[in-house]
């Protein structure tokens, strides 16, 4: 692995149904967040985790969870999907030793709740 | 409260200048940086300000100013890979996040 990575790449769903986006990075990096991005509303922070074992609630969390066991994984979890949450989802990292970091991107999954 | 504009959409000519601007209203300020993102690509960085003037790198220049709640990102000898869009993000005081919607660059020949 190099640098980070998301699956799937793409996902048809049906509403109600449970589903988790996967999220890992291999650069040791601190923090990483998850996003969603819309077409017409940019980047829109759903959660972060500023280091393993802690969490935090962004601009758009409602309907969403997430986990941070360790370093390399963040798991983004829908518990019962529902349509409004078709987006494409980019999970990112910086190393936020303190000062604002570069954050590096996955590919993106591209959700279709139907 | 604390907001961040872009332009929607520019067009520019290959080989030409193009400057995009990026206002914010914000309590306070810890750093603005700008991102290109290629259609179904993912955002990579492009530039980092904190301190007022203009950082250089290659055919790409950021520029800050704080007291005016401006920055742009000026971009020569257009090549058609410039075709992107270009999001402007904003750390405020709390190091909270605040993305602009992105200017979508179109290049023609």
């Known amino acids: 692995i190099a640098g980070i990575t998301q699956a799937p790449t793409s996902q048809i769903l049906a509403a109600g149904r449970r589903m988790t986006l996967r999220c890992t990075q291999d650069?040791?990096?601190?923090?990483m967040y998850w996003y969603r991005q819309d077409l017409g509303l940019g980047l829109r922070l759903i959660h972060y985790?500023?280091?393993?074992?802690?969490?935090g609630k962004g601009e758009v969390p409602d309907g969403y969870s997430v986990s941070r066991a360790n370093t390399d994984d963040f798991p983004l979890t829908l518990a019962s999907a529902v349509p409004s949450q078709t987006s494409v989802y980019f999970c990112?990292?910086?190393?936020?030793?303190?000062?604002?970091?570069?954050?590096?991107f996955g590919p993106g999954t591209r959700l279709t709740v139907l | 409260g604390q907001n961040i504009d872009q332009p929607t959409e520019m067009t520019a000519t290959e080989g030409a200048i193009v400057q995009i601007n990026c206002t914010y209203q914000?309590?306070?300020?810890?750093?603005l940086f700008w991102y290109q993102q290629h259609a179904g690509e993912a955002p990579t960085f492009l530039s980092y300000?904190?301190l007022d003037g203009l950082e250089e790198k290659g055919r790409f220049s950021s520029f800050l100013s704080r007291s005016k709640g401006y920055s742009y990102l000026l971009l020569k000898e257009l090549q058609m890979k410039d075709s992107a869009s270009y999001l402007c993000?904003?750390?405020?005081?709390?190091?909270?996040?605040?993305w602009g919607a992105g200017t979508k660059l179109i290049i023609k020949p």
């Open positions: 650069m040791r990096h601190n923090a």
């Open positions: 985790s500023n280091t393993a074992g802690t969490t």
């Open positions: 300000n904190v």
């Open positions: 914000t309590s306070g300020f810890n750093g």
């Open positions: 990112a990292s910086s190393r936020r030793d303190g000062p604002p970091d570069t954050q590096y």
């Open positions: 993000l904003l750390v405020d005081s709390n190091y909270q996040l605040i």
